[in-house]
């Protein structure tokens, strides 16, 4: 074969060569068209170093070593094939530097649309961060362009001005109907507004307070605002600014409240008429209030700085610092009676109250309370004191006179019970004898006078006898036990009632609870008022009694009698306790006054009350009321 022959066929691989687009393709074809085009040379592709019994051509560019074609020595090669071999081999080189600079670019571009796609999936996801972060803040933010026109807002902007979105663009910091005003109530001019500001000095603008008409709550709202101007890369003047603000009226109302609290507590504490005091942990005083001028007569700046003991005496000051010790300690202490010494010299009689006192880190530092001047009480108790040995005394004279007075009094009793009624039967004795000897002597009239001096005389004897039955009952001394009134009541009745009186009457008995009584005289508390019911219903032919009780709100018990009897008129209630005193003669009912009187005397010797109810022709009723029993005396 000729060698322009082979030139022309190497031309035609090449060619062939340069339209694929994998470098193993390339090697592998050339490799194959070589061994055809030279039969008499076997071509190999090696990618390492060759031995040196064989002829090797690189196959490479100024970037790139590719490998390595490979001839077998079977017979020499001549320089023209050499020169084509080498010729063919550079233009191979060349294509496989083209496919590997494509194969690059691929993946440049490949890496590079996968970077692109990368960062605008970050970009999206900031954007809806930003977009979620920007809606859900707490904090209100206003976008305002160079001109100060609102541009866009959040959510809680809305909430905060009271305004949606589409009610603010295009307003200014100007506008009128912000109604802006200073902390002081003055107007907050619009180009004052930190916005305004940032956009014409191109600084931030931090803390500043504000009030904002709310028109959606009808109230300002305190709004605290930070302006932040944003510059274009290149630019001196911003293109726009957000201001960011929080809603600070709870807040500012928290600290308004806080100050009228603290001068309130100022205010009471200056005026206070009690000692309001601190002391730190070396008992020294730290704070006085004006109280303590008026009460020991020194300046508060005299005392300020003085421990307390600079007051006292050795032996109140040695006590107290022990109580101090105590506070010192975590304790509190109360009601501590302790005495000072005055400007003067005067002794001033003072109680405290005091508790530690903690630091920011919880440390005990000191101590704090209250004290009140207790000199004039203690004067007064002394006072007291000595009134109550001279009252005591007199006490114990009266006592004396009345156990004297009683003892007089029960001689008396006995010289009426003896002296009185020893003429009292001579009298009725001899006028029997005068009745029985002398009868047919005597005319009707002589008898008849007779009678009147034996009834007479035995009445004064009954007068006698209820007379010294009340002085007893003044004189006795209450025996308190549980009484069964309910058994006591039906006991009496069945004893003082007569077989036809048990007949005619009507009684009803109702549950009477038990109470606490001297026993004997509330016996005879209902012998006196069932006697009474019994007396005066005897001139009816139809007779009821109804004997009952309630517990009242101060657990005392009230019982009563009521009858359908002759009955009394209202304005007379009192008079039918008195001694003696009567609403009726002995003709129509027989009685001396006293049976009441011993009721009255009896229930109020227990502590209780007696009173009546009564209509004329309608009965009456009687009532008393004693303790019910304790707790202890039911168990009993």
């Known amino acids: ?179 802006a005003i200073h902390e002081d109530g003055s107007p907050f001019p619009g180009n004052e507004h930190p916005s305004i500001v940032a956009l014409k000095t191109g600084k931030e603008v931090n803390n500043v307070l504000m009030g904002v008409f709310n028109y959606a709550l009808e109230s300002y709202t305190w709004i605290n605002i930070h302006a932040v101007p944003q510059f274009r890369l290149g630019e001196e003047k911003p293109y726009e600014v957000f201001t960011t603000f929080e809603d600070v009226t709870s807040r500012k109302q928290n600290f308004e409240l806080l100050e009228r609290s603290e001068a309130l507590y100022h205010d009471l504490v200056e005026t206070s008429q009690d000692l309001i005091w601190q002391c730190d942990s070396k008992a020294r005083y730290t704070y006085l209030n004006p109280a303590w001028e008026e009460v020991f007569g020194y300046k508060t700046e005299e005392m300020l700085g003085k421990t307390f003991t600079d007051f006292q005496s050795p032996e109140y000051a040695a006590r107290d610092l022990k109580e101090f010790e105590r506070l010192l300690q975590g304790d509190v202490v109360k009601g501590l009676e302790t005495v000072h010494i005055g400007k003067g010299g005067n002794e001033i009689h003072l109680v405290f109250n005091a508790k530690y006192v903690r630091n920011e880190e919880r440390k005990i530092v000191g101590t704090r309370g209250t004290a009140y001047d207790n000199t004039e009480r203690r004067k007064m108790e002394i006072m007291l004191a000595e009134r109550n040995l001279v009252i005591e005394q007199q006490v114990i004279d009266r006592t004396a006179e009345l156990e004297f007075a009683n003892k007089e009094l029960e001689a008396f009793a006995y010289s009426i019970s003896h002296d009185l009624r020893a003429p009292l039967r001579a009298i009725e004795g001899f006028s029997a004898i005068l009745l029985e000897r002398y009868r047919e002597n005597l005319d009707a009239e002589g008898q008849r006078f007779l009678d009147i001096v034996r009834r007479s005389t035995m009445k004064m004897d009954t007068l006698i006898t209820d007379l010294l039955d009340l002085s007893r009952v003044s004189r006795r001394e209450i ?64 007779r009821s009694i109804s004997i009952g009780a309630r517990t009242e709100m101060d657990n005392n018990i009230t019982y009563w009698v009521k009858d359908n009897g002759v009955g009394f008129d209202n304005k007379y209630t009192e008079k039918i306790f008195g001694v003696f005193q009567r609403l009726h003669t002995d003709n129509e009912f027989e009685g001396t006054g006293v049976g009441l009187a011993i009721v009255d005397r009896i229930i109020k010797h227990h502590h209780g009350k007696v009173w009546a109810e009564g209509e004329p022709g309608k009965g009456a009723t009687f009532y008393f009321s004693l303790p019910a029993l304790t707790k202890d005396e039911k168990g009993k």
């Open 479 to 542: 025996r308190l036990s549980p009484v069964r009134m309910q058994e006591m009541a039906e006991s009496v009745y069945q004893e003082i009632a007569s077989p036809t009186e048990k007949e005619e009457v009507d009684l009803v008995i109702g549950q009477l609870p038990h109470c606490t009584a001297d026993e004997l005289l509330i016996r005879q508390v209902w012998v006196n008022i069932l006697s009474n019911a019994l007396k005066y219903t005897g001139k009816l032919k139809k």
């Open 1 to 179: 074969m000729l060698m322009p022959d082979i030139a022309h066929d190497l031309l035609l691989l090449i060619t062939n060569l340069s339209q694929q687009k994998e470098k193993q393709n390339i090697l592998s074809l050339f490799v194959q068209g070589m061994n055809t085009l030279f039969p008499n040379v076997a071509f190999t592709w090696m990618e390492g170093d060759s031995s040196p019994d064989q002829v090797v051509f690189e196959v490479q560019t100024r970037n790139y070593l590719f490998g390595h074609l490979v001839v077998a020595p079977t017979h020499p090669i001549s320089e023209e094939e050499r020169s084509l071999i080498q010729n063919s081999v550079q233009m191979v080189a060349v294509i496989l530097e083209r496919i590997g600079h494509e194969t690059e670019l691929k993946v440049y571009k490949y890496d590079l649309e996968k970077l692109v796609e990368t960062k605008t999936h970050n970009l999206v996801l900031r954007e809806i961060k930003f977009r979620n972060l920007f809606e859900s803040m707490a904090q209100g933010v206003v976008y305002q362009d160079a001109e100060g026109k609102i541009t866009s807002t959040n959510s809680s902007a809305e909430r905060i001005l009271g305004l949606s979105l589409e009610q603010m663009q295009g307003l200014t910091s100007a506008d009128p109907r912000w109604h």
